[in-house]
């Protein structure tokens, strides 16, 4: 009873601190800790006890209450949602009837990762539901609370409620629904939240075990592309950096951060709503286009008054190089059509791939680097294409290469770019510019427009070529090509281009590009010799050993492995050689048959240089001789007879009137074939044979290896 008494005394100045200590727990809405709530369940099975002695000692005293000592005062229990009241503790008439205790509600601790913050539970709200409450009831007097022993099994203790939580607000970085917070059945979540796709794809079960992160809080990130550049880092001359001007800016060779670039600068720096625009358009475009066949954006000053675009530096533009008397003698018509083709690809991927349409496509907008390999630039004009077509009263673009349907204002769609791109076709092929006749705009308009004039196309022209050039450029959009059917036809005049007869271009066309629907223009020897054999079925076990001596060369796109490949120009030529090697007819196995023979015989060295013959030639005897194989005229002087002291004549082939021979160029005599040339030449002492050098020792396509 004495320590019964003292708990009495004690109890109005150890309430006040449990109440500011559980007031500060709901403030930060997290549980109390372990010592606290040992404390906080002592107290209570103290107040327990006190409370039955209380009730024994009032029965005895037929339920009178005495405010003297002599009785036990009333006792109020603060619990963890009660908040501190001014109420000193003494019971007033109107006292509510008694109730029942329930034990306070402990928030579950909750395990979180240190980089998020879980939202806040239903039930902590209800929880701040019932604290908003009880400050009502609590203001004018602290409520008398009696522990019932026969409701005790069935309430839960405050460590049975932080079990039944026990982290299940937080599974694997991802928060449960409010309704199984509360107790409601669980919900799938996966059929709740499904869209319908269609039924065209069925989308694989995704679990998101990522945290979860707040992105508003997070700062704002710039979009993807290229960094921004200070003026400060990029350096050029006004006067010695020159390099040209674009749509509407002039282009500056300059350095940045240690790298050659192409610098353009707007040609005002005070620009207007209309030119801010068309500079920020510019680059967005080219932020989003990386391609090897585009001009690479490395970045962009915006800053007022100092705004430029960097790119890459390339040596010189398509424009130049095939109207320089100097450079455009250089390229043959395969090398421009490779041209040809690196423009279409870059034009190919903006179409294709981020659906752009360039509006000024031309030969002064296609740079070529130091490997000469064709860029496609100067996307001022340039517009992402999001509907079917365009219609813009202002032509853009420049009108020699402009579609028709643009200079009218009509309607127009990625197809403006392919008539662009067969005006450069013919540009190619002829370096020549287009309607360089015409010099006043109004009978431009009208000639392109209404009359539907084109550039004329030389007669000597590939039909392939031709036929590209003129679907290209046709008056009506619907029948242009699509840039993929353009490198499709591009690469049937790159075989065009390269093997001269029809019979040797139909075979390289039916098995290297038909079946893949891209040009293979180089071939391993492996699937060369395997499609000769399916050729050649009724000869199994035929040699092909001397063939791929005269074919095989070292690939130049490999480089940690060396592969033995077989190139269109290298085909051509060995067909110019000896004849039809491929076909499948007896005239095919019997060109294969006489390779085997000359192969075979010690004075023929195949296809070695003037030099290397003259070297081999040296240390021999007087009447020694060779025969090699010319490349300089295959067609019509496929041999070349070299003797000692430096004489070098060729031997010339003879096809008239169904007869085949050959002569040794200026003189008279005529033989059927080149063994009988050897054995009765009576122009020449051929008298020993030059030796070849081993296999081993000797490269015949290398001219260092003797």
């Keep these: 009873m ?65 405010k003297d000592g002599s009785n036990s005062p009333q006792v109020t229990t603060p619990s963890s949602s009660s908040p501190p009241t001014g109420n000193s503790g003494k019971e007033t008439s109107s006292n509510p009837p008694v109730s029942t205790f329930t034990p306070g509600i402990i928030s579950p601790k909750h395990t979180t990762p240190p980089t998020q913050t879980p939202p806040d539970s239903p039930r902590n709200q209800n929880k701040h539901n019932q604290q908003q409450t009880q400050p009502q009831q609590q203001t004018t007097q602290t409520p008398t609370i009696i522990v019932d022993k026969q409701q005790t099994p069935t309430s839960q203790t405050p460590q049975q409620n932080s079990n039944n939580t026990n982290d299940n607000s937080f599974l694997n970085g991802a928060h449960k629904s409010p309704s199984q917070y509360l107790g409601a059945p669980e919900i799938d979540n996966k059929k709740s939240t499904r869209k319908s796709n269609g039924g065209d794809y069925t989308p694989l079960d995704f679990v998101d075990s990522s945290p979860k992160i707040d992105h508003n809080s997070l700062p704002k990130r710039k979009a993807s592309g290229p960094p921004e550049i200070l003026p400060e880092e990029i350096e050029y001359d006004l006067k010695n950096d020159f390099l040209g001007q674009g749509s509407f800016g002039s282009v500056y060779k300059g350095r940045c951060r240690g790298q050659e670039v192409a610098v353009k600068v707007p040609r005002k720096q005070k620009l207007n709503l209309y030119e801010l625009t068309s500079f920020r358009h510019e680059v967005k475009i080219m932020s989003k286009i990386f391609h090897p066949n585009v001009v690479l954006f490395l970045g962009a000053c915006t800053q007022s008054g100092k705004m430029q675009i960097v790119t890459e530096l390339c040596a010189t533009d398509l424009e130049k190089l095939l109207h320089n008397d100097r450079t455009k003698k250089e390229f043959s018509l395969f090398r421009r059509m490779q041209m040809a083709k690196d423009a279409a690809l870059g034009m190919n991927w903006l179409h294709g791939i981020t659906r752009i349409v360039h509006n000024d496509l031309k030969t002064a907008n296609l740079l070529v680097d130091i490997n000469l390999r064709v860029k496609v630039t ?56 287009p309607y360089a006749h015409h010099k006043d705009y109004d009978i431009f308009f009208n000639a392109v427009c209404n009359e539907k004039e084109r550039p004329p196309i030389p007669i000597d022209t590939l039909p392939s070529l031709r036929h590209l050039i003129q679907t290209c450029w046709d008056h009506n959009p619907q029948n242009r090509p699509s840039f993929s059917e353009i490198l499709f036809r591009l690469n049937e005049i790159l075989i065009d281009c390269a093997i001269e007869f029809d019979d040797g271009r139909k075979f390289w066309k039916d098995h290297f590009l038909v079946p893949k629907q891209e040009l293979q223009e180089e071939v391993e020897w492996v699937d060369f010799e395997k499609t000769l054999k399916s050729l050649h ?11 791929k001596e005269l074919l095989v060369q070292q690939s130049h796109q490999t480089v940690q492995k060396q592969k033995q490949v077989v190139t269109m120009e290298r085909f051509d030529k060995v067909m110019k050689w000896f004849g ?32 290397q013959a003259t070297a081999r030639l040296l240390k021999a005897p007087e009447g020694s001789f060779l025969i090699r194989l010319s490349s300089t005229e295959p067609k019509t002087c496929p041999f070349t007879l070299s003797m000692k002291n430096n004489q070098h004549r060729r031997i010339q ?54």
């Design 378 to 433: 100067d996307f001022g004009f340039s517009q992402i294409k999001e509907g079917e077509e365009f219609q813009d009263k202002a032509a853009k673009g420049t009108p020699l290469w402009m579609a028709p349907e643009v200079m009218m204002g009509n309607p127009y769609n990625e197809k403006a770019d392919v008539y662009s791109f067969g005006i450069i076709l013919w540009e190619i092929l002829t370096k020549e510019p």
């Design 2 to 66: 004495k320590r019964f008494f003292q708990l009495l005394f004690r109890r109005r100045s150890e309430q006040q601190l449990q109440q500011q200590q559980t007031n500060t727990q709901q403030n930060k809405t997290q549980q109390p800790p372990p010592q606290q709530q040992q404390q906080q369940q002592q107290q209570q099975q103290q107040q327990q006890t006190a409370n039955n002695t209380n009730s024994a000692q009032s029965n005895n005293s037929n339920g009178v209450n005495k």
């Design 653 to 706: 082939l003879i096809d008239e009137n169904n007869f085949t021979g050959f002569k040794i160029q200026g003189k008279t005599a005529v033989y059927n074939s080149l063994f009988e040339l050897v054995e009765k030449c009576n122009d020449y002492s051929l008298l020993v044979a030059c030796p070849k050098f081993s296999q081993e020792s000797f490269n015949p396509y290398d001219p260092f290896s003797e």
């Design 537 to 547: 079925s009724q000869h199994p076990g035929f040699d092909y050993l001397p063939l």
């Design 580 to 611: 039809s090697f491929f076909e499948a007819s007896q005239q095919g196995m019997t060109v294969l048959e006489n390779i085997n023979k000359l192969s075979a015989k010690t004075w023929f060295h195949g296809d070695i240089y003037r030099e």
